[in-house]
């Protein structure tokens, strides 16, 4: 189950992306917007990684995640209609999300691709997920930059911008390694490592692309602890 910019668009739950939705936001002349981004045809798979690609995904994850929509025509920002998207199959879909790894940094994992047909004219829409390792930077013209969206256009950030999400990702490293130390501790309060052998773990999930921190301690008998 999602909620994506489609679903608000037209007011629906939050459901699987279907191409009743794709049809009827475009129906509805939806506008562009920070989480969403519509595109003509796909990009071709030669040399992904060179094209807008990357900085698509990378200027969604640095702004809170969102839609990229390939296969519909837009006017001044707004939907007009739908038109095919191009071939798309296992192939293609992996040099997507290899380009998602390997152009951007730090990597973009977790893509999700909807393909979405009508009368023969394919959708492709990939969702790209929110992340707390921003900034994703990408490399262009011999220089990084870090792209973020800006209501309807991708821009790119400035260096005070840069600086504040590069503070935001720290503080949330150390916010979580905190929350991972208390679970932990109140876990293991009260057990008796002399006379007990055994094993026990913290874990704390995090956003999507995020690290999974994993605390791990071994009672070995008796009244030898190491923590691992």
């Known amino acids: 189950m999602s909620f994506t910019a489609l679903h608000r668009a037209v007011g629906a739950t939050p459901g699987p992306l279907t191409d009743d939705l794709l049809d009827a936001a475009v129906a509805a002349g939806t506008t562009e917007a920070n989480d969403l981004d519509w595109k003509g045809k796909l ?17 969604m994850a640095n702004s809170g995640g969102g839609l990229i929509v390939y296969g519909v025509e837009e006017s001044q920002k707004a939907a007009t209609g739908r038109v095919d998207a191009g071939e798309f199959d296992e192939t293609y879909e992996r040099t997507l999300r290899s380009a998602a790894i390997t152009a951007i940094s730090p990597p973009v994992f977790g893509l999700n691709v909807h393909r979405l047909v009508a009368d023969g004219k394919r959708a492709i829409a990939v969702e790209v997920p929110a992340s707390i390792d921003g900034p994703h930077l990408i490399y262009r013209n011999d220089y990084f930059g870090a792209p973020i969206r800006n209501d309807s256009d991708t821009v790119w950030m ?8 590069y503070r935001a990702r720290f503080e949330e490293r150390r916010h979580a390694s905190e929350a991972l130390d208390a679970l932990f501790s109140e876990a293991s309060a009260g057990r008796d490592s002399d006379t007990r052998h055994g094993t026990l773990c913290a874990v704390r999930n995090g956003a999507p692309g995020s690290d999974l921190r994993l605390a791990e301690w071994r009672r070995a008998p008796p009244g030898k602890r190491r923590p691992e």
Request: zero cysteines; a neutral charge.
């Open 158 to 165: 400035k260096e005070r911008q840069i600086e504040a999400m």
């Open 43 to 59: 990009p071709p798979a030669k040399g992904l990684t060179q094209t807008d690609f990357p900085k698509d995904v990378a200027a």
